[in-house]
T-cell receptor, first 112, second 112 residues
C-alpha cells in the first residue's frame, strides 16, 4: 500500500530535549516536505527536499533541522525544542511540486 | 470562503444538497492548484487538482472551478454526504518556488 508513515504519532517532551520525528514513504517520490499545523494558521511549510542530499527552508524553518540521506526517509530534528514548537506536524511526499502530495497521519508534539 | 485569521470559516449544508467552498489565492502567476480534505485526526487527503490552463475540472461528485481574472478557486461537492464533513484546504503552486502554499481552510459540516 502506498503510504507515508510518521513516528511517533504523539510525543510529550520537555524544553531543550533533542528529538527526532521520522518520516518514510514507499512511493519512490523525489519531493518530501514537513509542515506544521496550528489553529487558524493552516499548514505552514518547515523544510522541503527536492531529492537526496537536497534540502531547503520553507516558511518557518527556525528551530528545525532535516536531512535526506536516502530517498525514502526525511526525518525532522528539533535540537532544542521550545514550547512554541508545540504543534501538529505532517510529512508529505510527491513526485514533484506539480502533483498531489501524499500526507502522513501526523505527529502531535507537546513541549512543556 | 477561506481567509487568514484565528477563526476557521464554516459552512453548514443539508445532506443531499450541493456545497460550494471558495478560496482566494494570492499569486496571479501560480499555475497549479489543489484541494485537500482533512478529517478529524487525519492527514490531508487529495481531492482534485487543476492547472492554470484549465477553467474547470470534474471528478467524482466534485468540481473545481478556476477564475484567474479574480484569483478565485472554488470546490463544488454534489449531493453531499455525512462523510463529506471535514476541513477543506486549497493550495497553490507558483512556478518559481518549489512548494505549495496552503489556505487556512474551511470547515464543512453536513447536517443529516
Amino acid at each position: 500500500e502506498a503510504q507515508v508513515t510518521q513516528n511517533p504519532r504523539y510525543l510529550i517532551t520537555v524544553t531543550g530535549k533533542k528529538l527526532t520525528v521520522t518520516c518514510s514513504q514507499n512511493m519512490n517520490h523525489e519531493y518530501m516536505s514537513w509542515y506544521r499545523q496550528d489553529p487558524g494558521l493552516g499548514l505552514r511549510q518547515i523544510y522541503y527536499s527536492m531529492n537526496v542530499e537536497v534540502t531547503d527552508k520553507g516558511d518557518v524553518p527556525e528551530g528545525y533541522k532535516v536531512s535526506r540521506k536516502e530517498k525514502r526517509n526525511f526525518p525532522l530534528i528539533l535540537e532544542s525544542p521550545s514550547p512554541n514548537q508545540t504543534s501538529l506536524y505532517f510529512c508529505a511526499s510527491s513526485l514533484n511540486t506539480k502533483m498531489e502530495q501524499y500526507f502522513g497521519p501526523g505527529t502531535r508534539l507537546t513541549v512543556t | 470562503g477561506e481567509s487568514v485569521g484565528l477563526h476557521l470559516p464554516t459552512l453548514s449544508v443539508q445532506e443531499g444538497d450541493n456545497s460550494i467552498i471558495n478560496c482566494a489565492y494570492s499569486n496571479s502567476a501560480s499555475d497549479y492548484f489543489i484541494w485537500y480534505k482533512q478529517e478529524s485526526g487525519k492527514g490531508p487527503q487529495f481531492i482534485i487538482d487543476i492547472r492554470s490552463n484549465m477553467d474547470k475540472r470534474q471528478g467524482q461528485r466534485v468540481t473545481v472551478l478556476l477564475n484567474k481574472t479574480v484569483k478565485h478557486l472554488s470546490l463544488q461537492i454534489a449531493a453531499t454526504q455525512p462523510g463529506d464533513s471535514a476541513v477543506y484546504f486549497c493550495a497553490e503552486n507558483h512556478p518559481s518556488v518549489e512548494k505549495l502554499t496552503f489556505g487556512t481552510g474551511t470547515r464543512l459540516t453536513i447536517i443529516p
